[in-house]
């Protein structure tokens, strides 16, 4: 989980943040959901709150090392961040 994360669930005692024994490798952090909410105002304020929260995080470029992605049905949608993007 991202660091920025892992730092406020563990103000909250939900979890303990450790180093990690070996350097992890960058990431990407993305959002799915299925296109069916895509326009449900719970699930639009959701993606928007996340994609705030998370927009000062480092951008990271793993298309080198990234698994192959499945392809998606026609509908489905993935962004980093919510659609206002």
Do not use: C
């Not at 943040?17 to 992890?24: E, I, N, R, T, Y």
């Not at 699930?43 to 392809?71: E, N």
Request: charged fraction near 20%.
């Amino acid at each position: 989980m991202p660091q920025e994360l892992a730092n406020v669930f563990s103000r909250y005692g939900i979890v303990r943040v450790v180093k990690p024994p070996v350097a992890l490798p960058p990431y990407a952090l993305s959002q799915y959901w299925h296109p069916r909410f895509h326009h449900d105002p719970a699930i639009v304020w959701l993606r928007q709150l996340v994609k705030q929260t998370f927009d000062r995080y480092p951008d990271t470029d793993v298309s080198g090392d990234a698994m192959p992605v499945p392809a998606r049905k026609k509908g489905a949608t993935a962004k980093r961040g919510a659609s206002s993007r």
